[in-house]
C-alpha cells in the first residue's frame, strides 16, 4: 500500500498507465503464494469501475476458500483507480489529438488557400509581364524600324555631304595646286631677286692678322661707333665685345668711325674699359672724323688703323657747369679729373706731359681744337698704321635691304610757356629760326661732354 501511495505522489499519470501491467502481475503473484485467510468482509471501498476487467486468471485447483487480503485488495482497489486515470487521460489525449488536428486542418486549409492566392498572383504578374514583354518588343520593333530609317536618311545626308566635300576638296587643291605653282614660281623670282642683293662668291675673312701690304681686312666682327657717344652707345658696344669674345677670343674685333664728334665721357671711358678688358684683340679704324672722346678711344684702342686724310682732333674738356662760384670750383675740380684721366695716357703715348700737350693744342689753333690728318696723326701716335686700302669682307647684304634713308629735318615744337618742350633725343630737328639741331641726353650728374661742337649742333636739354 506504501509502494501504491508512493507511486501516486511521485510518478507521473503517464508512466503509472505503463506500471498497470507490471502491478497485475505483482498482484496475481501474491495471491498465489500467501496462504488462504478466513473471509472478511469487503471493506468500504470504492468498487471497482465496471469498465475494467481484471486480468483472467488461471483456473485454480479445488482448494479451500480463504479470506483475500486487504492489502491484495486495496492495491486491486488503487489499480482500478488507475485504470480510470489511465482512460480519462487516454480521453482526454483523444480529444486534444481531435482538436489539434481539427486546428491543424484549419491551418492546412489557410495555407494552401494562401498558397493558391499566391499561385494565382504570380500567374497574374508572369501573364502582365509577359504582355509588357511584348508590348516592349513592339515598341522596340518599331523604334528599331524608325532608328533603321533614321540612319539611311543620315548615312543619305552623310553620303551627299562627303560628295560635296569631295568635290570641294578637289577644288580646294586645284586651286591650291595653282596658288603652289604661281608662290613657287614667285618665290623663284624673288630668290633670283634676293641672290642678286647678296655676294655670294665672298664669305667674311677671320684673320688674326688682319693687316698686310698696306692693305686692312676686316671681317663682320665689326661694331660701328658714329655720331654723339652716350650712354645707349656705349652699353651697345660692350655688349658687342662680350658676344665676339664669347665666339672667338682670337680673332680682333673692330671698332669702325666713320664720323662721330665725340660725347660722354662716362660712355667713352666705359667703351675703352670694354676694349682693355677683351681678350680678344680690339682694332678702332677711323675712315672720316673722330674728335674729342671719339679721338681718345682711337688713340688708347690697342691697335688704330685710319685713312690718310681721315682726321682726328684732340682738344680739351669744355665745361657747362652753373651755380655759384664754389659750385663752379667744385665743377672744374672733377673736370680736371677726368682730363687727368683721359689726356694723361694719351700724352704718356705721345711722349710729352699733359701740359705740353696742352700747349701744343693752343700753339696750333687758338681754340685748342687740334685737328690732324691721319698721315700727321701717325707720326703724332694718335693712330697707329695709315693704310689705303680697306676691305669690308663682312658686308655681303646690299646695304639696301638693312635700312632706309634718313628722314628729313623736323620742326621741333616750341617751347611751352608752362614747361620745357617735347623735342626727340639724338634726332636732327629745325628750331624756330630754321637753325638744325640735335638734342643730346641729359648727362649724369658727375658726367661732363667731351664733344666737338663748334656751331652749337648738338644741344644739352
Known amino acids: ?43 468500504a471501498a470504492p468498487a471497482p469501475a465496471p469498465a475494467v476487467q481484471p486480468p483472467a486468471q488461471p483456473p485454480a485447483s479445488p482448494a479451500p476458500a480463504a479470506a483475500e487480503d486487504p492489502a491484495v485488495a486495496a492495491a486491486k482497489a488503487e489499480l482500478a483507480k488507475l485504470m480510470l486515470e489511465r482512460d480519462r487521460l487516454m480521453t482526454e489525449n483523444a480529444i486534444a489529438k481531435e482538436k489539434l488536428a481539427k486546428e491543424l486542418a484549419a491551418r492546412r486549409m489557410e495555407l494552401e488557400r494562401q498558397t493558391l492566392q499566391m499561385e494565382e498572383e ?26 533603321e530609317r533614321l540612319l539611311l536618311e543620315v548615312s543619305i ?4 555631304s562627303e560628295m560635296r566635300i569631295t568635290e570641294v576638296r578637289m577644288e580646294e587643291t586645284e586651286a591650291r595646286r595653282e596658288i603652289s605653282r604661281l608662290t613657287t614660281l614667285i618665290e623663284s623670282k624673288e630668290k633670283e631677286l634676293s641672290a642678286a642683293q647678296y655676294a655670294t662668291q665672298a664669305k667674311p675673312a ?23 657717344i652716350v650712354a645707349r652707345t656705349a652699353d651697345e658696344i660692350a655688349d658687342r665685345i662680350d658676344y665676339f669674345n664669347n665666339k672667338d677670343p682670337r680673332l680682333p674685333i673692330f671698332i669702325v668711325i666713320d664720323n662721330s664728334p665725340g660725347g660722354s665721357v662716362m660712355a667713352g671711358y666705359k667703351i675703352l674699359r670694354a676694349m682693355e678688358g677683351s681678350k680678344a684683340p680690339v682694332y678702332v679704324v677711323v675712315k672720316q672724323f673722330a674728335a674729342s672722346m671719339a679721338a681718345c678711344i682711337t688713340t688708347l684702342a690697342d691697335k688704330s688703323f685710319a685713312y690718310p686724310n681721315a682726321q682726328i682732333l684732340h682738344h680739351q674738356l669744355s665745361s657747362m657747369a652753373f651755380g655759384n662760384l664754389t659750385q663752379q670750383r667744385e665743377s672744374l675740380k672733377e673736370i680736371e679729373e677726368w682730363w687727368h684721366r683721359l689726356a694723361g695716357p694719351i700724352a ?61 629735318p623736323r620742326q621741333a615744337p616750341l617751347p611751352s610757356p608752362g614747361g620745357a618742350s617735347e623735342i626727340p633725343l639724338l634726332s636732327e630737328c629745325v628750331d624756330e629760326k630754321g637753325r638744325p639741331f640735335m638734342m643730346l641726353p641729359r648727362p649724369n650728374p658727375k658726367d661732363v661732354y667731351y664733344l666737338y661742337n663748334p656751331d652749337q649742333y648738338y644741344r644739352v636739354p
Do not use: C
Open 1 to 43: 500500500m506504501e509502494i501504491i501511495n508512493y507511486l501516486k505522489e511521485s510518478v507521473k499519470p503517464s508512466l503509472l498507465l505503463s506500471l498497470v501491467p507490471m502491478l497485475l502481475s505483482l498482484s496475481s503473484r501474491l495471491g498465489a503464494d500467501e496462504p488462504a485467510k478466513p473471509a472478511e468482509p469487503p471493506a
Open 122 to 147: 504570380k500567374a497574374k504578374a508572369a501573364r502582365e509581364m509577359e504582355m509588357a514583354r511584348l508590348a516592349a518588343e513592339r515598341d522596340n520593333a518599331k523604334l528599331k524600324l524608325e532608328s
Open 348 to 408: 704718356q703715348k705721345m711722349g710729352i706731359s699733359a701740359e705740353d700737350f696742352i700747349k701744343q693744342m693752343y700753339s696750333r689753333v687758338s681754340s685748342g681744337d687740334w685737328t690732324e690728318f691721319a698721315d700727321n696723326a701717325q707720326k703724332l701716335k694718335w693712330v697707329d698704321v695709315v693704310v689705303n686700302d680697306i676691305q669690308e669682307t663682312g658686308i655681303v647684304k646690299h646695304p639696301d635691304l638693312a635700312g632706309t634713308a634718313p628722314a628729313a
Open 206 to 228: 677671320y684673320l688674326e692678322n688682319p693687316h698686310a701690304d698696306n692693305r686692312l681686312i676686316i671681317s663682320d666682327r665689326r661694331i660701328a661707333l658714329n655720331g654723339p
Open 157 to 160: 545626308t552623310k553620303a551627299k
